[in-house]
């Protein structure tokens, strides 16, 4: 099956408002020109205080898609209460999101955030109607000592668990190995799509073949316009998550352009 490549671009903590308005401009300029149905599914998460100064874009063509969607870079499971500097699923709707990424391996290591916690936060996201973007990824020792798979099958077991098929097959996995993150060095696109794979039949075992064909799995971790190509050829690559290159117009305006020059290459 023929599954809608996302690009995805993750602010991380960069950008005051002008910025992010600047960027915003510069890839909605890009998109003016094109089809939700020809652009893969764009979205764009900046800071909670630049969510203001972006909005999605719904496309004027009668396809029912967004040319530019927004995500939150996290969310609280509860829906209001006590928790200082968190922000709720209907918040991060308030503001205009239709994706919240969640289990960041930067959340994970400096917040302390649990495969637990990212559980509760999927199913918080996919009760309030939006998508949940579900990162998983090794570290180097872990790659080095021969257990990305059960490292990486064991994260996405505990972040899927106790959810229906059906939310499943809405949601979104990126594979972000950590030593690739910020590195300037990419995973091999061979390797990345094995993986990928790998966490296809992990979902297949835990929601059905329906729910694994249907899932966007994504590659993150140094993604630049010269690398999208070859990641995007791959049969289990569905897109990418996207932090450095996402931070300038030219370079994610060029990945947008290079993803829908591989599908119309693929047709
Ligand atoms: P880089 O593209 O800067 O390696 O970041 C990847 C990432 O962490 C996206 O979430």
Redesign the pocket.
């Known amino acids: 099956m023929s599954r809608k490549p996302i690009i995805?671009g993750?602010w991380?903590m960069n950008l005051v408002k002008s910025e992010a308005k600047d960027l915003y401009e510069g890839i909605k300029n890009f998109v003016k020109d094109y089809t939700a149905v020809e652009l893969p599914t764009v979205v764009i998460a900046p800071v909670f205080t630049s969510l203001s100064v972006v909005e999605s874009i719904p496309c004027s063509c009668g396809c029912g898609g967004n040319k530019i969607s927004i995500a939150a870079q996290n969310c609280h499971w509860e829906s209001s209460g006590a928790y200082t500097g968190e922000i709720s699923v209907e918040m991060a709707k308030d503001a205009g999101c239709d994706y919240i990424?969640i289990g960041?391996?930067?959340r994970r290591q400096y917040f302390s955030e649990t495969d637990e916690m990212i559980n509760k936060k999927a199913k918080a996201i996919l009760a309030g109607g939006l998508i949940p973007i579900i990162?998983c990824g090794e570290s180097l020792e872990q790659r080095e000592a021969g257990e990305t798979d059960s490292w990486i099958a064991g994260q996405i077991r505990a972040a899927l668990s106790g959810i229906s098929s059906e939310d499943v097959a809405k949601s979104v996995i990126?594979y972000?190995p950590i030593w690739?993150?910020?590195?300037?060095k990419?995973c091999d696109a061979d390797e990345a799509n094995r993986v990928i794979k790998m966490i296809r039949s992990v979902v297949s075992e835990i929601a059905g073949s329906s729910a694994a064909d249907s899932i966007r799995i994504l590659y993150?971790?140094?993604?630049?316009p010269s690398t999208i190509e070859e990641q995007m050829s791959k049969s289990d690559i569905d897109g990418a998550?996207?932090?450095?290159?996402?931070l300038k117009a030219d370079s994610f305006n060029d990945i947008i352009a290079k993803t829908m020059k591989v599908a119309v290459a693929s047709v």
Do not use: F, M
């Open positions: 995805a993750n991380k990424i960041h391996s930067e990162c990126a972000e690739a993150i910020g590195t300037g990419s993150g971790g140094s993604v630049k998550l996207i932090g450095g290159a996402s």
